[in-house]
């Protein structure tokens, strides 16, 4: 099980129509319970939400340096931490 601190599970809320057409969560509690539910993970950096789409097999369409970061699927925490999460 993963944690979720309050940043970011503010910043998914606050960003999640980004990856989903509708609010999937209106609460801290709810933000956290679909996190875990999709198994979304928290990285330390860039490089790491390269390193997870690589490892993942995910195909991100050649995209290189800081365009992996603007996948919808890529929330930046606004600490470093990114959250990715599978929608």
């Given amino acids: ?18 990856l989903f057409p509708e609010t999937v969560a ?4 709810e933000a956290e319970s679909f996190l875990e539910e999709c198994m979304a993970v928290v990285v330390e950096s ?3 939400v390269a390193e997870y789409f690589e490892e993942a097999g995910i195909d991100m369409d050649g995209a290189v340096g800081d365009e992996i970061l603007e ?12 959250l990715i999460v599978e929608g």
């Fill in 46 to 48: 860039a490089k790491e």
């Fill in 71 to 82: 996948a919808d699927e890529v929330f930046d925490v606004g600490d470093g931490r990114y």
């Fill in 1 to 18: 099980m993963h944690e979720y601190d309050d940043a970011v599970l503010e910043c998914f809320l606050k960003n999640q129509l980004q």
């Fill in 26 to 29: 209106e609460t801290l509690e």
